[in-house]
């Protein structure tokens, strides 16, 4: 075979992460289970794509960006009311058309806060477009475009991403003219859109579509030989700052008992073990964010946008301090990224032994979602077993990037499904008949079912697929294709 081997073992050709004997075998299985072979490639090309494109819906408040996205996803998510600011939190929905999948972000509904108009608008829309691969500009049409849809384009020239002008609110022919005005901002054709009524939304996606990028395949990790991304993450004055100024053995980095001192992201090349990490000091997340305000606010969006650009999301937690609400949420948007998690419990050796009593129970009951991350007990301030994280996250990195092949997978799949069937509902007994992984970084797979699989079943194959084969540091996602009646099966 002439396949190009991967950093992480897999092999790089037009099957994916299957070769091609594996995928002639495949395929042979899944036409004597009688799964159509379309329905089967579909499956896998869907859970083994790279990242999905990204595009960023914004605009100013009250021009009907939930709405439209709304339209774009084709079902009533996102949350639209007729009055400025409703959408504050950062919203991300997979979305389709033409038969291509992308994210949509729903941006809207900034902040007015004391910082002035001009820098809220900003701040938003600087983190919107910097996250996005292309981006919908959404102007009212009735009522044209404004000093602060001015003020956006000046950002999005800034940024160079490719922008599809969205002229919303035009119901009908005659308000086409209205939003031919809007060739005056310099972005190109205007799209007149009715995102309520659904008209021109179609060219409108069609443009979206010229403007974003193909789903990438397997290749995410980046140039090979190239720094890996570590993301620092965590709430305010856990000692983020603190432990990279320790890591990087000077002080790189403003440290201050006021939380929340850091705003931006600070991206620092460390060797370590003779290897180059990039480190990323996150500004720490405060609260919820639709609670937050101004500069706070901002940082947490900030925050966000570097964990999507990280492989490795390093959790700190402050030991000394009962886990709260705010870790558990930071914990859940690494896993929902799909990074590779380490657990680094900071002020360790501020602890005695009835707080690490109950820290050791806390982790049990309110992490038990993350047991599988690997954990240091660090000090920041005294630099405690900081040789620890470098060999914590080389083993959350192996594990983001394991492949099972094929063949090892089924035959497991075959033993436990023999060993441990799934439960009878309704006078059925549904089987998982084969599967495969379709992809890493983190690792995907895919089952082929005789019928709906509960989701207490999907966990238990994923602890033990943990126990079997590792995957030690990194979130797994599963999905399950169930195989349609016969009397139903296309010819």
Request: proline share 5%.
């Amino acid at each position: 075979m002439n396949d190009q081997i991967q950093p992480d073992g897999s092999a790089e050709h037009e099957h994916g992460a299957l070769g091609d004997a594996e995928y002639a075998a495949f395929m042979e299985l899944a036409a004597e289970e009688g799964f159509d072979v379309e329905e089967v490639e579909g499956a896998i090309d869907a859970a083994g794509h790279g990242p999905l494109p990204v595009l960023a819906v914004v605009g100013r408040p009250n021009v009907g960006k939930s709405t439209l996205v709304n339209r774009i996803i084709g079902r009533r998510e996102a949350v639209v009311e007729d009055k400025p600011g409703v959408t504050r939190d950062r919203v991300t929905y997979e979305a389709e058309w033409a038969g291509r999948r992308f994210k949509v972000v729903d941006t809207g509904g900034w902040e007015q806060d004391v910082l002035g108009i001009d820098a809220s608008v900003a701040a938003q829309a600087e983190y919107a477009i910097e996250a996005a691969d292309a981006v919908v500009f959404v102007v009212d049409a009735k009522v044209g475009a404004t000093d602060t849809d001015e003020a956006v384009v000046r950002l999005l020239r800034k940024a160079g991403k490719p922008v599809v002008l969205c002229a919303n609110k035009v119901d009908g022919p005659s308000g086409e003219a209205d939003a031919s005005y809007l060739w005056s901002l310099g972005l190109g054709e205007p799209h007149p859109v009715s995102a309520l009524h659904g008209r021109g939304t179609g060219d409108m996606l069609d443009a979206v579509l010229e403007a974003l990028p193909e789903a990438p395949e397997q290749a995410f990790g980046g140039v090979v030989g190239g720094p890996r991304r570590i993301a620092l993450i965590g709430r305010p004055n856990v000692g983020k700052s603190s432990l990279l100024n320790k890591v990087a053995g000077e002080e790189r980095v403003v440290v201050n008992e006021l939380a929340g001192t850091t705003r931006d992201p600070v991206d620092e090349l460390i060797e370590l073990g003779g290897v180059t990490w990039k480190f990323v000091d996150t500004a720490g997340i405060r609260k919820r964010v639709h609670l937050q305000q101004g500069a706070d606010y901002y940082a947490s969006l900030r925050t966000a946008a570097a964990v999507e650009k990280a492989e490795v999301a390093v959790i700190l937690i402050d030991a000394s301090e009962s886990i709260s609400v705010q870790d558990q949420r930071i914990v859940t948007m690494a896993v929902d990224a799909g990074r590779a998690v380490v657990l680094a419990f900071n002020k360790w050796d501020t602890l005695d032994e009835e707080r690490r009593y109950y820290l050791e129970r806390e982790i049990e009951t309110e992490l038990g979602q993350v047991a599988w991350a690997p954990r240091v007990n660090v000090s920041a301030r005294t630099g405690r077993h900081m040789e620890k994280l470098v060999p914590a996250i080389e083993t959350a990195l192996a594990g983001w990037e394991t492949r099972v092949p094929t063949g090892r997978l089924n035959a497991f799949l075959g033993e436990l499904v023999a060993a441990h069937p799934h439960p009878v509902r309704g006078g059925k007994q549904p089987r998982i008949l084969f599967g495969t992984q379709a992809g890493t970084k983190p690792p995907r797979f895919v089952l082929f079912a005789s019928g709906f699989i509960e989701a207490g079943y999907r966990r238990f194959i994923e602890r033990r697929l943990r126990e079997e084969f590792g995957f030690e540091g990194t979130p797994i996602h599963m999905s399950v294709r169930v195989r349609e009646k016969r009397g139903t099966k296309k010819k």
